[in-house]
């Protein structure tokens, strides 16, 4: 008889909470593994403790499925071997076996895992501007965050900039919650809106919380522009206002506005790096920008006994990443001889969503040409502070035309935080400046610890095989 | 894209010897092409500890490290930059005794070479150092001695080559070569044709495979090391660190990061592809706490490895080849070669240039392993 | 030029207050704050950058940035978006007041 089996799921978002009702319908009981105090993910995350707000309250129109994917994670507990706080910070490479090494609570334990499936989510996809690392500047998805599980406001008189669906629902949000939106600042043309049409098609539910999203704060009398380009941030300590530059009929129009907090983003980019160090093979995707492990329909990867799910494995959402959640889990089973007569379905169903997503990324199209106006002394990697001037001396001195070529010689990317807030600029800038293109460049090659650990963790390591 | 080169040299490798080698022989009027596999400095040369040490080095080796010991200070003049490069000193400790009078005795052994090495122990000691914790029995510092960023040196000596007039071919793997008498002919990437007088093996790890094709099998293995880097720190630590009985080794850059090796990577699947390895690193961040109380706190925001090639005595292969005139060999540093590459490279160029090197480099002769060929060839 | 407190709480107003000081000077968070949500409710910022010493309060808010570090007075460091108020913690903001700690 084979060995016992003990898979292994990294993240309790939609994917993971999926994954994991799927593996223990079966009779499994996998281990879950999740950085979060408390399991929801990013999109369904929940306060440190209740705050008497109502889930309508707190997730809006995607309440039920807040409410019914946290409900399905509670009724698990009892038949899984659940570990929050807990950074899974390296795997072992295919030849040396499968092992996770792990953090928790300050103590290094390696486990084993007989199959693993990533569930490792997405961060916000940011590009630097001028005053971009300014206190009271951040992440769309961290202004969200803020107001979702700590029922704060990153700012009172909030700017939302960027392209993405998220644009418009945090700042209607904001504006529900008291705080005073100063603009909505679209960097889409409003021309590109019209590809929603074809997408009410398939997903009238989408389109019409867009439009009523856009219509009230609209109302409200909140500025809404479209083909912008932030100029720069006012304010030296702190953020005090925006001036920005904008497309129209007349001509390019410089506006001011003031502000406390600014609030920005570009949909998603994918977390990838422990499906790096697991030796999965990665393919360039044109619609997300970005490289992604390869996966087939269902998840699976091309290291055996590894699968994907979720927005870590492309940008798809988070009704898409419980289906491909489900899904993994489905592909993990069949594997080891279980039959998954609903297979054919979900694929089915993520697809449609896949497509959804096509269109939605031409309504809001990622700023390709961002790099033509932004200043050369401005931050490109915030963590090493090297500014832009820096990287393009550093590709024209040294010849570059790949990108870990520009990290090694010019830093970008070498920071705490690997690469994830300044990856998809470097690649934007190094593929402008050899005009290829951003898959031309390549991927900055993950390496371990993916998150810092401390240095004195190794004192105390403890070791979990299958028994 | 086809391209036909003839020059006088063409050096295989464009790793700091390379590198360093296409640059010096281009300034002594020859033409040169220099040719890697991926990218110049990214092997051995980019991925090594950083330290520009002379210190602990068997006697041997030594004048070749005080000429290579002249020529860091110049670096900003020769290729434009100074890479980081500073004289920090580098001191290497003793945790007991008997290490304590190893370290005696190899200062004794050194002595007329002028490292100028100074043996501290006893009460003085933690006053001297009091960035460490005080369990040493007492060290070794060598004044001079330094480190520098091994990412930046070897790629502007490429490039201060390029400016130069080499010509420098990057993404280009040697397919084939052949002696043809006079000279030697070379394909290389994608319908590259390079014809040369002389010819210059500096492949690192990848050496010992062009060696093998003139008949020159050497017993070179492949390390990797084991790096671990902490986020940027309040400077501290204002030498480079090691340690005698001991595998860490430890320096703080200018920007506040410590940058921490011992012990060894694992390779991967294909071995020109390694990763550190646990377990050493977690050595290392043992050791460190040990050695530096203040780190008490520090965050590891990264790890390293890399190929580096050895050589079974410790010792690199650097000279004239023995079976083919107008091959010289240059590699096997045992991860040591980053102090000693810049005067390699000077020694190659009055290789091809005068037939003879300035300074001795007897001990690093091919011919050490012919009999080790042999042998192997015999048992197979 | 004077700091104002970034963030504004809109919820859990009358939640249990938590003691914390903030380089030296006695604040008042709730339960349920993250370190980050507590600073930040009564200041705009959580450090100063290595290399040119910007103030800096945090970015992606969601552990991916590791631009949240705070310094606590015993040396330790935590990063405060995704580390939970506890009662009596001690955090120091500033270079200068680092400075000073260090030379305790």
Redesign the interface.
Known sequence: MSEPLQPVIVGAGPAGIRATERLVRAGLRPIVLDEGQRAGGQIYRRPLIDDGRSYRSRYGSEAGKAQSLHQAFEALLPQIDYRPETLVWNISAPERGNQLDVLSSGVHRQIDFSQLILCTGATDRVLPFSGWTTPGVYTLGASQTTLKAQGCTVGDRVVFMGSGPLLYLVAWQYMKAGARVEAVLDTAPFTSKRHLLSLAVHAPRIVALGLFYGLQLQLAGVKIRYAVRPQAVLGKSQVEGLRFRRRALTGDLVETIRCDALAYGFALRPETQLADLAGCRFRFDERDRTWLPERDAFGRTSRRDVYVAGDGSGIAGADAAEISGELAAAALLQDIGHEAADATRLVATREAILRQRDILERAFPFPDDWFETVPDETTLCRCEEITIAEGRRAIASGSITEINRLKALSRVGMGRCQGRMCSAAATELLSGACATSAGEVGRLRAQAPVKPIPLGFGTDVETEVRT | MSRRLSVDVAIIGGGLVGSSAALAMRKAGLSVALVDKGYCGAQASGVNYGGVRRQGRPPEQLPLSQRAHRIWPQLKAMIGIDAEYVRSGHLKLARTEKDFAKLETYAETVRDYGLGLELVAGSGFAERFPWLSAKAVGASLCPEDGHANPRLVAPAFARAAERAGVTVLEQTPVREVTATGNGFAILAGDGVEIRCRQLVNSAGAWSDRFAAQFGEAVPLTRIYPSMVVTEPLPLRLPMSMGEQGGSFYGRQVARGNYVMGGGRGLPLGDPDYSRPSVTAASSVMQRAIALFPHLAHAQVIRFWSGTEAEMPDGNPVIGPSETTSGLFHAYGFCGAGFQTAPAVGEVLAELVTEGRSTTPIQAFSIGRFRKVAVETAASL | ?S??A???????LD?TPVPFTLNGVAETGR????VL?AI??VS???RQ????G??????????????C?VRLAN???VRAC?T?LEPGMAFITDLDAMAEA?HE
Do not use: K, N, P, V
């Open positions: 030029m700091m104002h970034q963030f504004r709480r809109r919820y859990r939640e339960r349920g704050d993250t949500t930040l409710s705009g910022r959580l950058s290595e290399f040119t910007e103030d800096r309060a945090g970015f992606c808010l969601i552990g991916a940035c590791q631009d570090y040396g330790g460091r995704s939970a260090a």
